[in-house]
């Protein structure tokens, strides 16, 4: 479980996160949806302690993240895996080193038993056999499932998604959110996306959150958020100009 505690967050006097609450059980898919700037991924950066809040607590299976220490830290984010907005791939190394970086800085494992891995990752994400093409060859869609495959090297309990449909035309934007539930399914991850694109918030979410103004203003199912009476959140799954949020 994940457990985000009257979160307070400020930069240069600019309050970006409110006392904000929120639990992520395990094994559940939740999804964090807001407008562009709203603080979607500072609070990703705060579960995996990239930040430190100004007040508040990150609880991450009971342990509080704002009070570890850095070599603490890193044992803690071994257990996660990142998928970053624009994939992040080293253009210098092949698909199958980009896989096996982590693979090589953070286990004893031998190169036949890595090679391994990246293999059975690569299939994972239904790209067998390219583990030597480089990155800059590759479609959007591509390197988005070779940033998946590497977010999974490590067998992780959970997996944190920033923005994963982003530049993606809307036919390969659902077949990743295809495989973002497929995955989260059939390895039992505990996922958290952040996204303003409501289909994707549908698709791959058990739960939805919606944070506004620094706080989670709602939370419920891809049903009942569809549902929801709430004007701002209205607004934002329909995405009209017209509603108490400004087009700002």
Known sequence: MIVLEKLEKSFKGQRVLKGLDLQIQAGESLVVIGRSGCGKSVLLKHIIGLMRPDSGHVYVDGNDVTGMKETELNELRKRFGMVFQGAALFDSLAVGENIALP?????????????????????????????????????????????????????????????????????????????????????????VAVTHDMRSAYKIGDKIAMLHDGKIIYEGTPDEIRKCDDAIVCQFITGSASGPMTNS
């Open 103 to 191: 693979l090589r800085e953070h286990t004893t494992l031998t190169e036949n038993e890595i090679s391994d891995r990246v293999k059975e990752k690569l299939r994972l994400v239904g790209l067998e056999g390219i583990e030597g093409a480089s990155p800059a060859s590759l479609s959007g869609g591509m390197k988005k499932r070779v940033g998946l495959a590497r977010a999974i090297a490590m067998d992780p309990k959970f997996l944190l998604y920033d923005e994963p449909t982003t530049g993606l035309d809307p036919i390969m934007a659902d077949a990743i959110n295809d495989l973002i539930r497929d995955l989260q399914q059939r390895l039992s991850i505990t996922s």
